[in-house]
Structures are given as C-alpha cells and as structure tokens.
C-alpha cells in the first residue's frame, strides 16, 4: 500500500490518472492550472516511486498509472472560512446618555 498526502501535486495527479487515460503533461496542465515545471518534478517523484511510467510515442509522451493500490493520508481541511462568536452582546445605542451634539 502507498501513501498519498492529501492535498499535494501527487494526489491530484494520480487522482486524474485514475479517470484519465490516456493522458499527457500538456493534458495535466490544462486540467490542474500548474506550470509545467511543478507537474514535472510531482512526475519525477512519482516515477522514482515507481508509481507512473512515461511512454513515449514519436509525437508525444503519455503517463501511465503502473499501481492502483493508494492511500490517501493527512488531514482534510476545511475550506470554507467558519466565523465564530465572541460571546458578548452588542452595546444597545438607544441607552446613551451622553451628549451628542454640542
């Protein structure tokens, strides 16, 4: 079993490689808005990993997903921002009794 961090490069490759083949780096950069330089390096250690293999054709070079057994590890957060209350209440305005206007 590998383990995958959830919420990297890797995840969101493999993600796609699952529901997406065959696929190239140019199809990976549409699909994730990244630069290429960053796919690229997620694919080298992924390829080190013996995760992906590259094949190449005389036009292009596809990826292909050599394991299926993953585990996606880490923390899932949360991507809505939750505002929390302070607890205390609002000062009403209609019981000053200072002066306002002088």
């Known amino acids: 079993m590998i383990e995958i961090v959830t919420g990297t490069i890797e995840e969101q490759i493999i993600k796609l490689l699952q529901k ?18 960053q796919i690229e390096r997620a694919l080298q250690k992924l390829a080190t990993r013996c995760i992906i293999q590259y094949e190449p054709l005389p036009n292009t070079i596809y990826i292909r997903l050599l394991r299926s057994d993953f585990k996606f590890v880490g923390k899932k957060r949360q991507k809505k921002f939750i505002k929390h209350r302070s607890g205390k209440k609002p000062k009403d305005p209609g019981k000053y009794d200072g002066i306002m206007y002088s």
């Open 20 to 37: 997406i083949y065959p696929i190239t780096i140019d199809d990976l950069e549409r699909q994730l808005k990244l630069s290429r330089l």
